[in-house]
Each structure stands twice: as C-alpha cells, then as structure tokens.
C-alpha cells in the first residue's frame, strides 16, 4: 500500500544515511513493496500498465537513494539535481494516471497528491539529519 511505501522509504532513507547494517533488507522490502504496488495498477491497466507504472514508480526511489547519497556527502548541488528528478518524477507519473484513467484522474490531483508524498518524506528525511 501507499502508507506501507512512505513508512519503508523513510526507514530506508534513516538506515542509508546512517550506514545501518540492515539498510539492504530495509532497501529491499521497499522494492517489494514497489512490485506489490506495481502488479496492484497491473490488475487493472494489465501488463503494460504495469511496466509503464513501474518504470516510473521506482524511478523516484531512485532519486530519493540520491537525494540521501548526496545529503550523506554533503552535496548541495547532488540534493539539488536529486530534486529535480522528483519534480520531474511527479509529472511523469502525473501522466500516467490521467492517461491510463481516460482523465477521470485528472494529472493536477495526481501532482497535488505526489507534491504531499515528496514534501512529507523530503521534510522527514531533513528532520532527522538536522
């Protein structure tokens, strides 16, 4: 679900910057719980949409492993880039939902909603390495 990836991000965000021995398993239930969300969108948009979904969803877990990288190195510039791929992350899958939903999801309220996701996790990850 939803609230399970936020919960599983920031415990893989925590333990990467940390250097936590168990950060690969935390790493690793996050990306499963991308394939559960993934074969979730699939039973509805079948198999491309699924791929389509995919693609993009753990694209953005990527740069949040970035965004945490370039925190953990002190790199201004690597957080900087690490957000601008989530903005363009947003967009993205935006259009996916409005695409796949014939707009019946409009790409605005998809945005709205990934904007909240961003910003909560982004702000927590911020809080606990202030």
Avoid at 20 to 35: I, R, S, W, Y
Avoid at 48 to 61: C, L, P
Avoid at 88 to 99: C, G, L
């Amino acid at each position: 679900t939803l609230t399970e990836h936020a919960f599983l991000a920031i415990e893989a965000m925590r333990k990467g910057v940390d250097g936590a021995e168990d950060f690969d398993q935390a790493a690793g239930a996050l990306l499963a719980n991308a394939d559960d969300l993934s074969a979730a969108v699939g039973s509805v948009y079948g198999d491309e949409g699924a791929a389509q979904f995919d693609e993009v969803w753990k694209s953005h877990i990527g740069y949040f492993v970035d965004y945490v990288t370039a925190t953990a190195e002190d790199n201004q510039e690597g957080k900087e880039q690490a957000l601008a791929e989530l903005e363009e992350y947003k967009v993205e899958q935006s259009k996916f939902f409005d695409s796949a939903t014939g707009g019946l999801l409009p790409a605005a309220a998809v945005q709205e909603g990934l904007d909240m996701h961003v910003d909560q996790l982004i702000n927590a990850f911020d809080a606990y390495v202030a």
